[in-house]
């Protein structure tokens, strides 16, 4: 299934502001911290490599799977987009569903990371104090052709950490964008048959794009 470049390449900017911040205080930092300091770190470990991870894809899936672990949820995630299908499913299929999903956003979106530097995405600011565990942090991003779209990022914490669990792409929610796709997919061929397909079929979600573009 053909990815739709625009909000492909929006997403791959979002796994881009969700790796490792890499601080000391790291499990102090707040959600907009986390954030910014990520995206800024993330796109100075590519830079200067851009020619060589387009010539080892192997290499920049291992790349970006170290970005984006240490600061996604997907056991949240996961539990999000099966719905009532994760309570009726075994730990052997959630646990390969996890790695099928997590193994399909990683590998979908690599190579949108390296069309974009540091000055493209803007962390907005933030309205008033986290309140409570879970918290959105509103980001714009700058396309190739000048225009601007949101990336929000909704987060909440775990262990003492921040940890995103779902991106919203110009007002579209990744996590029911899966749901939505894959839902229709479990009741016609069963749970199992999707997480075979995910494994095998990277390529098997597609990018939602909003109604207006």
């Not at 601080?23 to 300091?37: I, L, S």
């Not at 299908?85 to 193994?103: K, L, N, V």
């Not at 590998?107 to 949108?112: I, L, S």
């Not at 579209?172 to 009741?187: F, H, P, T």
Request: glycine letters at 6%.
């Amino acid at each position: 299934m053909e990815l739709r470049p625009r909000t492909a390449a929006l997403l791959a900017l979002a796994i881009v502001a969700i790796g490792p911040a890499g601080a000391a205080d790291e499990r102090a930092a707040g959600p907009q911290q986390v954030v910014e300091t990520a995206a800024n770190e993330v796109l100075d470990l590519i830079d200067g490599r851009r020619d060589e991870l387009r010539k080892n894809p192997q290499e920049l899936y291992a790349l970006v799977e170290e970005i984006l672990l240490p600061h996604f949820d997907i056991e949240y995630a996961s539990r999000l987009v099966l719905a009532r299908s994760w309570r009726d499913a075994t730990e052997a299929q959630r646990e390969r569903f996890r790695d099928a999903m997590y193994d399909s956003l990683v590998r979908t979106y690599a190579d949108g990371l390296l069309d974009f530097t540091a000055d493209g995405l803007k962390v907005l600011p933030m309205r008033g104090e986290p309140d409570g565990d879970k918290v959105t942090v509103h980001t714009e991003v700058t396309l190739d052709d000048g225009t601007r779209a949101p990336v929000n990022y909704v987060m909440h914490k775990v262990d003492g950490e921040w940890k995103v669990f779902d991106v919203f792409i110009e007002g579209i929610s990744y996590v029911l964008n899966y749901r939505k796709q894959l839902d229709a997919e479990i009741r016609r061929q069963g749970l199992d048959g999707v997480i075979e397909r995910l494994e095998k079929d990277p390529d098997f979600i597609e990018a939602a794009e909003p109604d207006n573009d």
